[in-house]
């Protein structure tokens, strides 16, 4: 078998099993009944959910592949984390957004990314609640439930539509510098004459929604591999750039991102913010 239908296998496989964590999703959401934890702060919030998503992710490709390393968000909490290695290593956010989960907010993703010798290969975010299916092999383009998706044409800031957190009360490592740069880019970009702000509360649907040409940019800092490890893939697939926020080479492992419809978009934006450093992830 080809490395190219490996890859393709491997997907395949974690499609199935992302389908099926899908369900437990979409009905813990519809009985509103999921026990809900707090971690590091007030703010960090888990629920039983998230651990039984990422449990059902793990333990499924593992027993089909027991050589796959995997980076999860609450195996991390937990103090479970591979090494991240040239093997196939799974990076997953069970649900990216669990306040919006715990809200009753139907943003929320179930994010499965890929990487083999330290490269994103595939991508799967997926909206179990709306039923939107994003995906992403490397060289093979970006779907949504199965149709082709595309950035979108912008390259100026001031026809920008652009994602962000806001407040980012959660970087807690950071804390009030933190939060008084990230409010100042906020001002920065309005007086740049941004088109609009949205902040949809996962990282992951921001992204993908860079992808599918809806929002034109998305930028973060203090977010970890998860959050963005299986967007990252399918924004390039889908024709966008993705890069580190001052400009250089992205880093999955930096804890930060900006992506967008063009190179001239995400230059421009690069220039207006004001950077923060966080320790990398690894
Ligand atoms: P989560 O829902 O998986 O925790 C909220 O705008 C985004 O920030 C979500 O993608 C959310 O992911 C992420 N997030 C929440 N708490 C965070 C924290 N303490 N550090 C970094 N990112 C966080
Ligand atoms: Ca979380
Ligand atoms: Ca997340
Ligand atoms: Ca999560």
Same mark, same amino acid.
């Given at each position: 078998m080809s490395a190219f239908d490996r890859e393709e296998e491997y997907f395949q496989f974690a499609l199935e099993?992302? #389908? #099926?964590?899908? +369900?437990?999703?979409?009905?813990?959401?519809? #009985? +509103? =009944?999921?026990? /809900?934890t707090t971690k590091a702060s007030a703010t960090d919030l888990v629920t039983e959910t998230d651990k039984a998503v990422e449990e059902l992710l793990i333990k499924s490709i593992s027993e089909k592949y027991p050589d796959h390393q995997f980076i999860g968000e609450e195996s991390v909490a937990a103090g479970k984390r591979s090494p991240w290695t040239d093997a196939p290593t799974w990076i997953i956010d069970p649900i990216d957004g669990t306040t919006n989960f715990v809200h009753r907010i139907p943003f929320v993703a179930i994010c499965v990314g890929l990487t083999i010798n330290k490269e994103l290969r595939a991508g799967i975010v997926y909206n179990p609640i709306t039923e939107e299916l994003f995906t992403a092999l490397r060289g093979r383009g970006a779907l949504k439930n199965g149709f082709p998706i595309h950035v979108s044409k912008t390259s100026e800031f001031n026809k920008s539509v652009i994602c962000t957190s806001l407040g980012i009360h959660n970087i807690v490592e950071k804390g009030q510098?933190?939060?008084d740069i990230a409010l100042d880019n906020h001002r920065r970009s309005v007086a740049a004459g941004v088109r609009g702000h949205r902040a949809f509360g996962s990282a992951a649907i921001n992204m993908v929604y860079v992808a599918q040409g809806s929002v034109d940019a998305? /930028?973060?800092y203090g977010i970890h591999s998860w959050d963005i490890a299986a967007a990252a893939i399918i924004v390039q697939e889908a024709g966008g750039v993705v890069i580190d926020p001052t400009g250089s080479e992205f880093n999955l492992m930096a804890r930060k991102v900006l992506c967008g419809a063009s190179k001239?978009?995400?230059? =421009?934006m690069s220039k207006i913010l004001t950077h923060v450093e966080f320790e990398p992830e690894l």
């Open positions: 099993v992302t #389908k #099926k964590a899908g +369900h437990l999703v979409k009905t813990a959401f519809a #009985k +509103h =009944e999921s026990a /809900v510098q933190w939060l998305y /930028v973060e001239p978009l995400v230059q =421009e």
